[in-house]
């Protein structure tokens, strides 16, 4: 994923030959039988870009660009670039803002591989990492992106699959939806050995998909997650629309920070990167424990023991946060605290209901330092079949709708590690809530949301 949610700019997507190279220093010469120089990969022409109706962006000069000369891949799933390290990281946490509501995404890298013809005759083996984007709460982006390291330790971008949902729990549009060999050729994420001034294109398929990162810094300290993170690359995103934004990568943890027009996207947490050896402090125990006697409180509704339940929450908070906590995760779980003590005060079952599991979200996100990451998504995915309670109770056809999605899509990321008869009793459910919110039958829902926390709770 390259760029925040509301940062995407796409069209519907039109299939670009793979021709050659635009004409100057590099890209000039004769082209090959399969549209590109020997030993370069075929590149967007300026005749592509006119057709786009992007004529006049200021692009690099070719020889500057270091993503032009052909990869070879030997061990293409073995992701191990410092500035970009797929193949380490095991989930990873982002917080910030788009349009001024809360923005908070879960990147996690699936079991599985795809392989992807980007030439004729030539293929890569990609790992494939789901990348998923709440926006205020609810689900607004999912996509799964397609990554391969080269020989000499670049990273390429070989597609992306995704999806956008609008505030009905629909999808509303697929743009930016593009595959190497089919739409155009594959992007370089990241350079082997990053210098300042090297310039590159983390997506290379106008009018679908198009960033030309120039690096401007490769030697910068950054504040991260658990404190100071030397060596991060700081580089310029062009966008298709010409506008222009910074960008962080650093080591440990690849994409860091994008900022654009107030749209704030930041790392909050990463693993095994700030990972943490050892059982989870009691005091997040503790919280966790009293997020769900809040939730229980609200649902009866007991407003009182909800406000014990509330108690109890912040006086566990406070001795989490006595310690040091990622800031972006404070935030989020101050956030969250404020919001179930307003939605209490006001007996606002709904809200009240929504804001406790924020707050045990926020409680699971913390684990991550501690807890293997399929145990975190399989808590999260409890989660949100609360979530759906809630909005079933609430009439929230739309909620119902996001939730039941955003179930579909976090169970991919633990079910490989369970037992099939376990998998099976998960998909089950999951088909009848789908079939009941078909129906309309949002009690219904409501009770299968229910009947499926049974059975997680069944499930070592």
Request: net charge negative.
């Amino acid at each position: 994923m390259t760029s925040t949610t509301k940062l995407r700019i796409g069209s519907v997507a039109l299939a670009f030959a793979l021709l050659a190279a635009c004409s100057d220093d590099k890209a000039s010469g004769s082209s090959d039988p399969a549209g590109g120089h020997a030993g370069e990969i075929p590149q967007p022409t300026q005749a592509d870009l006119e057709a786009a109706g992007f004529a006049e962006l200021p692009l690099a000069p070719a020889k500057d660009r270091v993503d032009i000369a052909e990869p070879t891949f030997s061990h293409p799933t073995d992701i191990t670039n410092p500035l970009f390290p797929i193949s380490n990281l095991q989930s990873v946490i982002f917080s910030g803002t788009v349009e001024g509501k809360p923005f908070h995404t879960e990147t996690t890298l699936l079991p599985e591989t795809r392989v992807i013809e980007w030439a004729k005759g030539k293929r890569v083996e990609t790992r494939i990492s789901q990348y998923f984007a709440y926006l205020d709460g609810r689900i607004e982006e999912v996509a799964l992106d397609y990554y391969a390291q080269a020989d000499d330790g670049s990273v390429w971008y070989f597609g992306e699959d995704l999806q956008d949902f609008n505030d009905e729990g629909f999808v509303d549009s697929t743009e930016g939806v593009w595959l190497a060999g089919v739409d155009g050729p594959p992007a370089m994420i990241m350079p082997g050995d990053p210098e300042v001034g090297d310039v590159h294109r983390a997506e290379n398929t106008p009018p679908v998909a198009f960033e030309e990162i120039t690096i401007s810094n490769v030697d910068k300290t950054v504040d991260g997650p658990t404190g100071p993170v030397k060596h991060a690359l700081i580089a310029t995103e062009l966008h298709l629309d010409g506008t222009t934004s910074d960008k962080t990568f650093a080591p440990g943890y690849g994409e860091f920070f994008s900022d654009h027009d107030g749209d704030v996207e930041a790392l909050a947490l990463a693993v095994p990167t700030d990972a943490i050896d050892g059982k989870p402090p009691a005091a997040l125990g503790d919280l966790a424990a009293a997020a769900d006697d809040l939730y229980t409180a609200v649902q009866k509704p007991d407003w009182a023991g909800a406000g014990t339940a509330l108690s109890a929450a912040n006086t566990a908070w406070k001795a989490v946060s006595a310690d040091p906590v990622p800031p972006y995760l404070d935030d989020e779980m101050q956030r969250a605290l404020t919001n179930v003590d307003a939605a209490v005060q006001a007996g606002d079952t709904a809200k009240a209901g929504t804001a406790a599991i924020d707050v045990a979200q926020s409680a699971v996100d913390l684990q991550l330092r501690y807890r293997p990451q399929a145990d975190i998504d399989q808590a999260r995915f409890g989660l949100w079949a609360r979530q759906i309670e809630v909005d079933a109770a609430a009439g929230n056809t739309s909620g119902v709708r996001g939730d039941i999605t955003t179930l579909e899509f976090v169970r991919d990321r633990f079910a490989a590690g369970l037992e099939q008869p376990d998998v099976i009793g998960i998909d089950v459910h999951l088909m009848a809530l789908r079939e009941l919110l078909n129906d309309g039958d949002l009690a219904g829902a409501g009770t299968e949301a229910g009947d499926l926390l049974e059975t997680l709770a069944g499930i070592s």
